[in-house]
């Protein structure tokens, strides 16, 4: 089992960066893939990227592929996701998810989750 405490979210001008953390517990943090997801008000939570075990795989929602970048650093039990260029549709609460399978783009898919961190970006 794994707990999941995100960090870095506030307010910033569109055009600007952040740089979500998102710490987790237990010593088995590389042994889960690890998500993004957002929910803005009134829409459904989306995926927005992914990375695997080791790092060596990454996947992005088209949304954001070019301006995020997901990371981690297994030896800090820490994914990140750092955001550039951010618009105004980027506003939402901020999730990342654990789980075995690598890759996943559902939500479905994960088993264990944060509590969220809200981003918004201002025009």
């Known amino acids: 089992q794994v707990q999941l405490v995100e960090s870095g979210g506030g307010l910033v001008q569109a055009g600007g960066s952040l740089r979500l953390s998102c710490a987790a517990s237990g010593r088995t943090f590389s042994s889960y893939a690890m998500g993004w997801f957002r929910q803005a008000p009134g829409k459904e939570r989306e995926f927005v990227a992914a990375?695997?075990?080791?790092?060596?795989?990454?996947y992005y929602a088209d949304s954001v592929k070019g301006r995020f970048t997901i990371s981690r650093d297994n030896a800090k039990n820490t994914v990140y996701l750092q955001m550039n260029s951010l618009k105004p549709e980027d506003t939402a609460v901020y999730y990342c998810?654990?789980?075995?399978?690598?890759?996943?783009?559902?939500?479905?898919?994960?088993?264990?989750w944060g509590q969220g961190t809200q981003v918004t970006v201002s025009s």
């Open positions: 998810a654990a789980d075995y399978v690598v890759g996943g783009k559902l939500g479905s898919e994960y088993d264990y």
């Open positions: 990375i695997s075990w080791s790092g060596g795989s990454t």
